[in-house]
Protein backbone atom coordinates (compact mmCIF):
# COMPACT_ATOMS: atom_id res chain seq x y z
CA UNK A 1 0.00 0.00 0.00
CA UNK A 2 1.21 3.36 -0.88
CA UNK A 3 2.48 5.62 2.23
CA UNK A 4 0.23 8.68 0.49
CA UNK A 5 -2.73 6.21 1.25
CA UNK A 6 -2.01 5.49 4.75
CA UNK A 7 -1.37 8.87 5.57
CA UNK A 8 -4.99 9.87 4.02
CA UNK A 9 -6.41 7.40 5.78
CA UNK A 10 -4.78 8.42 8.73
CA UNK A 11 -6.07 12.48 8.33
CA UNK A 12 -9.39 10.85 7.58
CA UNK A 13 -9.32 9.44 11.29
CA UNK A 14 -7.60 12.42 12.80
CA UNK A 15 -10.89 14.48 11.91
CA UNK A 16 -13.48 12.05 12.24
CA UNK A 17 -12.60 11.55 15.91
CA UNK A 18 -13.80 14.49 17.35
CA UNK A 19 -16.82 14.82 14.88
CA UNK A 20 -17.89 11.00 16.11
CA UNK A 21 -17.19 12.38 20.12
CA UNK A 22 -19.23 15.70 19.54
CA UNK A 23 -22.17 13.42 18.11
CA UNK A 24 -21.98 10.54 21.03
CA UNK A 25 -22.39 13.61 23.52
CA UNK A 26 -25.24 15.22 21.69
CA UNK A 27 -27.08 11.79 21.05
CA UNK A 28 -26.49 11.63 24.84
CA UNK A 29 -27.74 14.78 26.22
CA UNK A 30 -30.81 13.55 23.74
CA UNK A 31 -32.04 10.86 25.22
CA UNK A 32 -33.42 12.24 28.21
CA UNK A 33 -30.61 11.44 30.68
CA UNK A 34 -29.75 14.09 32.89
CA UNK A 35 -26.56 15.90 32.77
CA UNK A 36 -24.83 13.78 35.59
CA UNK A 37 -25.89 10.37 34.06
CA UNK A 38 -24.37 11.59 30.81
CA UNK A 39 -20.78 12.85 32.88
CA UNK A 40 -21.26 9.34 34.18
CA UNK A 41 -21.68 7.16 30.45
CA UNK A 42 -18.61 8.55 29.64
CA UNK A 43 -16.36 9.27 32.08
CA UNK A 44 -17.44 5.46 33.10
CA UNK A 45 -16.59 4.54 29.52
CA UNK A 46 -13.01 6.02 29.11
CA UNK A 47 -12.55 4.53 32.22
CA UNK A 48 -13.65 1.12 31.21
CA UNK A 49 -13.07 1.16 27.44
CA UNK A 50 -10.32 3.43 27.11
CA UNK A 51 -7.99 4.25 30.60
CA UNK A 52 -6.74 0.68 30.97
CA UNK A 53 -5.74 0.18 26.92
CA UNK A 54 -3.69 3.39 27.25
CA UNK A 55 -1.77 2.26 29.98
CA UNK A 56 -0.89 -0.92 28.52
CA UNK A 57 0.39 0.31 25.22
CA UNK A 58 2.53 2.41 26.81
CA UNK A 59 3.87 -0.82 28.53
CA UNK A 60 4.13 -2.25 24.70
CA UNK A 61 5.32 0.35 22.54
CA UNK A 62 7.83 3.46 23.25
CA UNK A 63 6.43 7.06 23.20
CA UNK A 64 7.58 7.21 19.78
CA UNK A 65 7.07 4.01 18.56
CA UNK A 66 3.36 4.95 17.15
CA UNK A 67 1.87 8.30 16.89
CA UNK A 68 -1.10 9.21 18.91
CA UNK A 69 -4.31 8.08 16.70
CA UNK A 70 -2.69 4.55 16.61
CA UNK A 71 -2.18 4.94 20.07
CA UNK A 72 -5.77 6.05 20.39
CA UNK A 73 -6.98 3.16 18.52
CA UNK A 74 -5.06 0.52 19.95
CA UNK A 75 -6.02 1.46 23.41
CA UNK A 76 -9.56 1.32 22.78
CA UNK A 77 -8.98 -2.86 21.71
CA UNK A 78 -6.73 -3.68 23.72
CA UNK A 79 -9.31 -2.40 26.86
CA UNK A 80 -12.19 -4.06 24.93
CA UNK A 81 -10.12 -7.09 24.87
CA UNK A 82 -8.54 -7.26 28.19
CA UNK A 83 -11.05 -6.56 30.73
CA UNK A 84 -13.61 -8.69 29.15
CA UNK A 85 -10.86 -11.99 28.99
CA UNK A 86 -10.35 -10.82 32.59
CA UNK A 87 -13.76 -10.77 33.62
CA UNK A 88 -14.54 -14.19 31.79
CA UNK A 89 -11.26 -15.99 34.03
CA UNK A 90 -12.63 -14.76 37.07
CA UNK A 91 -16.19 -15.96 36.25
CA UNK A 92 -14.84 -19.22 35.65
CA UNK A 93 -13.28 -18.97 39.28
CA UNK A 94 -16.58 -18.30 40.89
CA UNK A 95 -16.35 -14.59 41.21
CA UNK A 96 -19.84 -12.92 39.88
CA UNK A 97 -20.06 -10.26 36.88
CA UNK A 98 -21.47 -7.23 38.54
CA UNK A 99 -20.06 -3.56 38.35
CA UNK A 100 -18.05 -3.63 41.32
CA UNK A 101 -15.90 -6.48 40.01
CA UNK A 102 -15.50 -4.91 36.49
CA UNK A 103 -14.36 -2.02 38.42
CA UNK A 104 -12.14 -3.47 40.44
CA UNK A 105 -10.41 -5.61 37.42
CA UNK A 106 -9.99 -2.34 35.50
CA UNK A 107 -8.72 -1.04 38.46
CA UNK A 108 -6.19 -3.77 38.80
CA UNK A 109 -5.16 -3.65 35.03
CA UNK A 110 -4.67 -0.02 35.50
CA UNK A 111 -2.45 -0.28 38.99
CA UNK A 112 -0.19 -2.88 37.29
CA UNK A 113 0.20 -1.25 33.89
CA UNK A 114 0.80 1.98 35.83
CA UNK A 115 3.68 0.23 38.16
CA UNK A 116 4.96 -1.73 35.09
CA UNK A 117 5.68 1.81 33.02
CA UNK A 118 6.67 3.21 36.06
CA UNK A 119 9.78 0.79 36.78
CA UNK A 120 10.13 0.51 32.65
CA UNK A 121 11.31 4.59 32.81
CA UNK A 122 12.65 5.21 35.98
CA UNK A 123 14.56 2.28 37.09
CA UNK A 124 16.71 1.85 33.84
CA UNK A 125 20.34 0.84 34.95
CA UNK A 126 22.42 3.59 34.67
CA UNK A 127 25.48 0.75 35.35
CA UNK A 128 24.96 -0.61 32.33
CA UNK A 129 27.16 2.15 30.45
CA UNK A 130 30.14 1.61 33.20
CA UNK A 131 29.83 -2.11 33.01
CA UNK A 132 30.29 -1.78 29.44
CA UNK A 133 32.52 1.13 29.69
CA UNK A 134 34.90 -0.96 31.89
CA UNK A 135 34.25 -4.21 29.62
CA UNK A 136 35.76 -1.91 26.42
CA UNK A 137 38.91 -0.45 28.37
CA UNK A 138 39.48 -3.93 29.74
CA UNK A 139 40.01 -5.40 26.30
Do not use: C
Not at 76 to 83: A, F
Amino acid sequence: MNKKHVNMGVSRLKYSLPIFSVILLIILLSIQLTFLHSLQIIFGAMYLFFLPGFIWSLVIWKKDEIDLMERLLVSIILSMVIIPTFMYLLSKVGVGINLANSLLVASGILVSGIIITYFAIYSKPNNYKNINSKRNSSE
